[in-house]
């Protein structure tokens, strides 16, 4: 048996990971897209490294874009197979997939006009939303802990990982010339403090770990300071200043556990007096899913649940789906706080929010979770005096804040926790990937200290036999 890294080896982006069995079964493992490249993007994107015709399955362990994103295109380019996954994210890949293929169609029509104007050739998105939506046709959802044969010799079962709503490991089992192998893929690790989820659970012990290490090198402030962290920066933008709290977020994840700390501070009496504005149709949507698949949340979110039946909805928090509604927020020069995707900051509307407020000294603008190192979002937060947005450059006059106590991905401290319950004498190898090369590294070395053996940093498309 083999496995090749096809994405996300040395990054964050693009997971995908090939098996092929002795007998030439192939098995994905997600299928996402590179994201934050540039102009190197789209080609990264349309060179797959496997021909999407002889895929047999694919695997999902969640519905972000970096994981999920390319699965259009490879059911558009030939691949017949099913892609299992748990119901909560089969639900939200419905919303996560349209959204970007219709991004997709709307950029490349800007693009061709810009191409047009130059006398060269258009180019054809890397699939639509129409494309989008047959793609659900191919979606089998599994329930946690429930082992399900895809045939005989192979079968799989998700475990809670805590990341995001419905996220998993996916540990498989396959038997091989007699044997069985047990491989799990962690997909993105969740926090053991999360507002909202349940903490990542155990996984069944397996010979082969495919890991993620986004934060293999640091450890995360308390959650329990988050609520008030939360308060403190609302306060001095929107109290003191008198200006605009501007919140890149995950449309999925972090956009609701922000919602939900606000929905918190509002509740006690703590929240000032100003209105709070979603403008994101994909994180309403998403938080509507949410709410239809409580048996993810953890008891404590229950409990408040008990006296606020809806923890993510008050009276002064507006959901704003129109792009008028939207474009209006920047003619209003009164306090506010604005949640808007994508948490990199590299699209969707609060790009917009951005270019307009960046270069007033009154807003803040707040980031909650990862940014890859050339994205937006990174060069703001590593202090860039001067951006480009839209092909337009812009001073950074706005304060520019981070918790990173919202993380959805596990630190270091937890990244080891989540690994506690395997028996590490009958780990065979252990594969580090979704992370930059320096986490990794300093990652492999922590393991190694705890015990661990056998640890590799694949590269880009590298091939073991395991």
């Not at 694919?58 to 970096?66: E, K, N, R, T």
């Not at 047959?134 to 946690?144: K, L, R």
């Not at 270019?355 to 990174?378: F, M």
């Amino acid at each position: 048996m083999q496995i090749q890294f096809l994405g996300a080896a040395k990054e964050v982006t693009g997971s995908k990971h090939l098996i092929t069995t002795n007998n030439g079964k192939k098995i994905l493992l997600d299928c996402g897209m590179f994201q934050g490249k540039g102009l190197e993007t789209d080609a990264l994107n349309r060179d797959l490294g496997f021909e999407p015709k002889d895929i047999d399955y694919l695997f999902l362990s969640h519905p972000h874009i970096d994981h999920s994103g390319l699965i259009p295109y490879i059911i558009k380019n030939g691949f017949n197979g099913n892609i299992f996954c748990t119901p909560a994210t089969r639900d939200l890949c419905s919303i996560m997939l349209a959204d970007c293929g219709n991004i997709q169609e709307m950029d490349t029509h800007t693009f061709n006009k810009k191409r047009m104007r130059q006398g060269l050739e258009t180019i054809d998105p890397i699939y639509t939303l129409e494309d989008a939506q047959n793609a659900m046709q191919s979606f089998i959802s599994i329930p946690y802990n429930k082992e399900f044969f895809v045939e005989k010799d192979i079968s799989v079962k998700f475990t809670d990982n805590g990341h995001i709503l419905g996220s998993s490991t996916i540990n498989l089992s396959i038997n091989e010339d007699g044997k069985i192998k047990k491989i799990a893929f962690s997909g993105d690790v969740g926090r053991y403090e999360d507002e909202i989820l349940k903490s990542p659970e155990k996984f069944p012990q397996a010979d082969i770990i495919i890991m993620e290490t986004t934060y293999g090198d640091r450890l995360h402030p308390s959650r329990k300071d988050s609520h008030q962290m939360l308060l403190k920066v609302v306060i001095d933008t929107c109290c003191k200043k008198k200006g605009k709290l501007i919140i890149p977020a995950f449309a999925i994840g972090r956009a609701q556990e922000i919602i939900y700390s606000l929905d918190r501070l509002e509740r006690d009496g703590l929240l000032p007096d100003i209105d709070v504005y979603v403008d994101s149709p994909l994180s309403i949507n998403a938080t509507n899913i949410m709410r239809l698949h409580n048996e993810c949340f953890n008891d404590n979110i229950k409990e408040y649940m008990k006296t606020d039946p809806d923890p993510f909805g008050f009276d002064r928090l507006h959901y704003v789906r129109s792009k008028e509604k939207s474009k209006s927020l920047n003619q209003i020069h009164s306090p506010m706080i604005i949640i808007s995707a994508s948490g990199m900051m590299e699209a969707g509307r609060v790009k917009h929010h951005i270019a307009n407020n960046i270069e007033d000294k009154k807003t803040t603008i707040l980031a909650v979770g990862y940014c890859a190192p050339t994205t937006l979002g990174a060069k703001i937060l590593r202090g860039d005096r001067i951006v480009s947005i839209f092909g337009n450059n812009f001073k950074v006059k706005a304060d520019i804040n981070r918790i990173e106590s919202f993380s959805g991905h596990a630190d270091k401290t937890e990244l080891l926790k989540y690994l506690s319950c395997q028996d590490k004498e009958k780990i065979g190898k252990i594969f580090l990937v979704h992370g930059e090369e320096s986490s990794q590294e300093n990652f492999k070395t922590t393991l190694e200290e705890n015990g661990y053996k056998n640890i590799n940093i694949p590269n880009k498309k590298e091939v073991f036999t395991i």
